[in-house]
């Protein structure tokens, strides 16, 4: 119909027309030259880069084909794309998502709707600024602000997830107080930490380059406690036993080996330090007293669980790490 059609022709320009124009950088390296301008910048290269409207409009028809041919192998009505606030997803049942990835507005580094608004007044769409989760002084936007909307985010991610499925959080920011909104917002859903590792993208962005902003992304893996560790857990809480069911449920949800350039390494995670802090953070978000000194805890960890390389594992864990 005329209506698809326009969609559609509005969806290639929306997401090709920026390489139709002189932001477009030549990249020698690179195969395409389609779209190879600064995401978020106005900045004309020394080298522009042509490209013809029907070389981008078929390589991206292309595209487009393989990917809705490879979700209609799985069947219909399998995907969904929807543009709704992370903090309201009443369109998800609870407990039916299987795996979460989460890249969180980044709080005063960038100002997402400003950047939109070119393609927002031609789209005849605008974003929900007053929603916006990013700090902004100048519509007294705080740190308080952007931490309330993140801990909304974050509640209704691990409603939706499954329990004992996980989520990935991947973030960078220098802002000590934009950090700890993404810590208590985590906090604040329940979710379990429990790996914290560096991405390294190699290439800086243009802003991290000319703002001096963090080179490297954090990305931090926690899990959605299941349902029955939690019920025994809560028989025994605020007693030794609390402590060691959750261990018992976080050495079961944790790897067990890891390897790096084809060499083991050590899953941090697995360590008496790191074990007992997160047997502490556990307690403190559900109001209850920790049970245990970290001496008592070092010297009941050898007493329920095995030690090998300075981990510990569950019994039924031993075998197969030791292969």
Not at 41 to 46: E, G, R
Not at 105 to 119: A, C, K
Not at 140 to 163: G, I, S, T, W
Request: no cysteine; proline share 4%.
């Amino acid at each position: 119909s005329t209506y698809r059609e326009r969609r559609a022709l509005r969806f290639w320009i929306s997401s090709n027309g920026l390489s139709l124009t002189v932001l477009n950088r030549f990249a020698p390296t690179h195969h395409s030259q389609v779209n190879r301008y600064f995401s978020g910048t106005l900045y004309v290269p020394s080298t522009v880069a042509e490209t013809s409207y029907r070389y981008a409009f078929e390589n991206k028809v292309k595209r487009l084909t393989r990917a809705f041919a490879s979700m209609q192998r799985w069947g219909r009505h399998t995907s969904a794309v929807t543009t709704q606030s992370a903090t309201t997803l009443a369109q998800i049942p609870d407990n039916s998502i299987d795996y979460v990835f989460i890249d969180p507005p980044f709080g005063r580094n960038l100002q997402y709707s400003e950047l939109n608004q070119i393609w927002e007044a031609w789209l005849q769409v605008q974003t929900q600024r007053n929603v916006e989760a990013v700090i902004d002084s100048t519509r007294h936007v705080d740190v308080p602000e952007y931490a309330d909307l993140m801990r909304q985010a974050f509640e209704e991610l691990a409603r939706v997830l499954k329990p004992a499925r996980w989520i990935t959080v991947e973030f960078h920011n220098s802002s000590n107080a934009v950090w700890m909104a993404i810590q208590e917002g985590m906090l604040a859903a329940r979710l379990v930490v429990a790996d914290v590792r560096v991405l390294s993208k190699e290439s800086e962005t243009y802003k991290q380059s000319k703002q001096g902003l963090v080179k490297r992304d954090l990305m931090i893996s926690a899990y959605k406690p299941p349902f029955d560790s939690l019920q025994k857990f809560e028989i025994v809480a605020g007693r030794p036993e609390g402590a060691w069911e959750f261990v018992r449920m976080h050495l079961a949800q944790l790897p067990i080996f890891s390897e790096r350039l084809g060499e083991p390494e050590i899953v941090s995670e697995r360590q008496d330090t790191m074990l007992f802090d997160r047997m502490v953070a556990f307690h403190v978000q559900r109001g209850i007293s920790v049970p245990l000194s970290a001496a008592e805890f070092r010297a009941g960890l050898q007493q329920h669980f095995v030690e090998r390389d300075g981990m510990y594992f569950l019994p039924a864990q031993v075998n197969d790490f030791d292969k």
